[in-house]
Every structure is written in C-alpha cells, then in structure tokens.
C-alpha cells in the first residue's frame, strides 16, 4: 500500500515521525468511454489553441487566475519551498472529547504507522489519549492545503481523520417542519428498532448492485442475456396510514415460528 502522507506529530517537545496510509479502497466497477459508432476508446487531448498542437505534461504549469485571462505562475517547487518544516509537523492543538466533534466535520480517514525508532513515543500518546478517552486537534500541510486533523485512539493505533473547517460546512438547504408525533406512533417506531436492534457486523454488508453488474458484464462477454433486476415486494405496496405501516414492519421482523415437528410413535 502506497504511502499518502509523511509527517511528525508533535506532541509538546516529542517528536513522532509517522507515515498516513489511506483506510479504504476502491473497488467499483469502471467503464472507458467509446466512439458510438466504431467503438474506439475517446481519447481527451490538452490542447494550446495559440500554439496550435497539443501537450504534454511537462508543457503544462499553474497558473493562479487573478483578473481576467491574467495569471500568476506558481511552479511545484516554489510551492514546497513555501512550506517550511512545521508546516509537515503535524502540530497537537489540543485534545477534545470524541463527541464534542460533530461527524458532518469529518472527511477522509488514514492509519497512522510510526516510523523506526518512533513506537514507544507512539504508544505512550495511544495509550494515554485511550485511557482518557480523547481525541487529538492538529493541524498540517497536505498538499497545498493546510488540513484540520482529529487523532483518534482505536483498537490498534491512531487513526488520522481529517476534518472539514467550519466555514466550509453549509447550512441545511430547507428548514425542517416538526410535525407533531403520538405517542402511540412512537412507541410503536421504537418497538419497531428495538426489533430491528442487534450488533454491527460490516463483513455482513456487501455492494449487492455491483455483484449484479458483474454478473450482466460476464454475461454480455459470453454472449448471454443480461437478467434485467426486479422488486418481488414493489408490486405489493399499497396505500396504508403510519400506524398501519409500523404494525405490518414489526409483524414482518419478527422470526418466523418453525413449524413442530410431529412425533411419531411405534
């Protein structure tokens, strides 16, 4: 696994060099896009319209857009030579209760390895951070970026998560209406979680639809007929009031009785 970001957390006069390693990985299917007509990749070219002919990468710079068709020229190594070795550090802000931080605040998740020579340094600020049940505020340059962080003790090791800045969390588009609720409505919709309510296992939980698309793929490679997908329930669905539908939802979470077996006798 490739390396996303190397760094230092600084921890008031401890030094942690670390290395952020992404926690997820992409496994969706991708599709290249074809000529309708003769099926040929679609190929994009970066084009100069005043010279002419089209580029390559190493034809191609920044260029900051500041009136106009005016722009200022920043090349990459002007731009790590702004940043200056704190700006790698990851700087421990301060430390916060994990449910102080609203999770619409949080982005992207990486795993923190210490470097050789950097565990026990590591432990010590795990373990602590664990023991008190709190998170670490940080902050560091990814990029060209300077990125808000929340270090995070779990299981194994820090997690690095990082965080969007307040002002660029938007306010919810509509106002929502709170209608008035019975009692009765909730205490059924309780019922109904509590029927539901059981621990979370994630290797349960897999992309049904992408399966589905690979079946059609394989399928249209072998020249089979792609199974067009369906609803067995959608034909069944009917008008009915909440608490009809709270009542029908419970009846159908519940295990079905096995039916007893008869005892034979001799």
Do not use: W
């Amino acid at each position: 696994m490739a390396v996303a970001h190397k760094g230092a957390i600084s921890f008031g006069l401890v030094h942690i060099p670390i290395q952020m390693y992404r926690t997820t990985q992409d496994n969706d299917i991708s599709f290249n896009q074809l000529c309708k007509d003769t099926k040929e990749r679609v190929k994009y070219k970066k084009y100069c319209p005043n010279c002419q002919k089209e580029l390559k990468s190493d034809d191609i710079v920044k260029g900051y857009q500041y009136e106009k068709d005016k722009y200022v020229i920043m090349t990459n190594d002007e731009i790590e030579e702004l940043k200056a070795e704190k700006d790698r550090t990851i700087h421990i802000l301060q430390f916060s209760e994990l449910e102080g931080i609203r999770d619409i605040f949080y982005e992207k998740n990486y795993y923190a390895i210490p470097e050789k020579h950097a565990e026990k340094a590591y432990e010590l600020l795990y373990a602590a951070m664990k023991d008190l049940g709190v998170v670490a505020i940080a902050k560091t340059v990814i990029g060209t970026k300077e990125t808000l962080l929340a270090l995070c003790p779990e299981e194994e090791g820090i997690l690095v998560k990082t965080l969007f800045y307040d002002d660029e969390i938007v306010d919810m588009p509509k106002t929502l209406t709170h209608p008035k609720i019975e009692k009765a409505e909730k205490d059924m919709a309780k019922q109904l979680i509590e029927s539901m309510k059981k621990p979370f296992e994630p290797e349960l939980y897999h992309d049904e639809f992408q399966e589905r698309l690979k079946e059609a793929i394989e399928a249209k490679i072998h020249g089979d007929d792609v199974v067009h997908g369906s609803d067995a329930r959608k034909d069944n669905i009917t008008p009915m009031d909440l608490m009809e539908a709270l009542q029908q939802s419970i009846a159908q979470s519940k295990p079905k009785a096995k039916g007893r077996r008869r005892r034979v006798t001799h």
